[in-house]
């Protein structure tokens, strides 16, 4: 049976892709420095561990019986949504700069045949909403936005280095904004659309929410399960180098809000103020996933429509001091 090692398997991303490789079969270990938060994970084992640590990482990829893994996933980070790249850029470059470059050089010293990292859109430079959209290499010259993306950056080509020197194949996903139930939804570091739903079930009929910047920055958000059989697809391919996976869809962040609102079935009044915002426009072409048959499937409204019902219950489950969590359906 394939033994497969995810790390960050406590977060948003990797606890579902933990759920996708379970129902494939696999044997999985999770690995994070905490369980994830709204459902128990489904890995048949699962580490807590502070993967900034060689010794850690060493120990998340000790596989039963002695052997190796045949495939890791890293997804491990110190990350948040904008608020949180703007305020803590130092952790963010060390923490995930220790994790990636201790788990890339462990992982290719253990053996390990396939290594899968994620990265990021944020590798790419600030656009303007009607440029045309940039493919892989145009990630050089580089000059990303924020420090999160140059560590994305450094640590795709610290990957890419101990692939070669260790025959260890590399993939490495260039995710967009992902968005879904079980994402962080509050706390500072959750992203647009999360933070969007929980105003949104938090505000009254008729009543006003507080929107960052002028919300005509214009952004693309995939919905988890595409994102999840994007990376299934990506580790499996041929496909060397950054790799973009995300939907095509751009609306401005006001139209985000409204799109919410309207799902939510209530009426709300943008009221724009000054927060970090982050570049004006992203738009990447998808070719190389659409090469090897991946294709986003679900709109944003559709996407929105299964997130929405899980933040707001995750509202209503707060309110009144109780502090119970809700599982996603
Ligand atoms: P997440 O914050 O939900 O998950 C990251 C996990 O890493 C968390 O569970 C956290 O506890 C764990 N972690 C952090 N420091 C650790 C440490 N020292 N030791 C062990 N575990 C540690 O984030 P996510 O949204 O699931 O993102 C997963 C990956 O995808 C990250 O690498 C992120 O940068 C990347 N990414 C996400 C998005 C998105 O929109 N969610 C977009 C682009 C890239």
Redesign the pocket.
């Known amino acids: 049976m394939k033994k497969i090692l995810v ?8 606890s579902h892709l933990v759920r996708r490789l379970k129902r494939e079969g696999y044997w999985v270990r999770g ?4 369980p994830p938060e709204f459902s128990p994970t489904a890995a048949d084992d699962f580490q807590v ?4 640590h060689e010794q ?1 990482c060493r120990a998340a990829l000790a596989a039963p019986g002695g052997g190796t893994f045949d495939e890791v996933y890293q ?6 949504g904008m608020g949180f790249i703007h305020s803590a850029e130092c952790e963010i470059m060390f ?2 700069g220790l ?1 990636n470059a201790h788990m890339t050089r462990c992982s290719a010293q253990a053996g390990v045949k396939r290594y899968f990292f ?5 590798v790419y430079r600030d656009m303007h909403k009607d440029e045309a959209e940039l493919s892989e290499e145009q990630a050089y010259p580089a000059l990303p936005d924020n420090e ?1 993306g140059w560590e ?1 950056l450094y640590a795709e080509r610290m990957a890419m280095a101990f692939g070669r020197r260790y025959g260890m194949a590399v993939r490495l996903a260039r ?5 879904g139930p079980e ?2 939804w509050r706390g500072g ?1 959750e ?1 647009a659309p999360a933070a969007l739903c929980r105003k949104i079930a938090e505000a009254a009929d008729g009543g006003s929410i507080e929107v960052w910047g002028d919300g005509t920055a214009m952004r693309a958000y995939t919905y988890i399960d595409d994102m999840i059989e994007g990376i299934i697809a990506l580790i499996h391919s041929n496909l060397e180098n950054g790799v973009n996976i995300g939907r095509q869809e751009y609306v401005s962040v006001d139209e985000l809000a409204y799109l919410i609102a309207e799902i939510a079935g209530k009426k709300v009044r943008l009221k724009h103020v000054s927060g970090p915002v982050g570049v004006k426009a992203r738009n990447f072409r998808a070719a190389r996933m659409e090469s090897i048959g991946w294709k986003s499937r679900l709109s944003l409204r559709e996407g929105l429509s299964r997130t929405y019902p899980w933040i707001e219950r995750q509202v209503l489950a707060t309110r009144g001091g109780k502090s119970m969590v809700v599982c996603a359906g």
């Open positions: 790390c960050g398997a406590g977060g948003f991303i990797a690995a994070d420095q905490k561990l502070d993967l900034r850690a997804l491990a980070a110190d990350m948040g923490n995930s994790i994620s990265s990021s859109a944020c999160y994305k995710f967009q904004n992902c968005y994402g962080t570091r992203k």
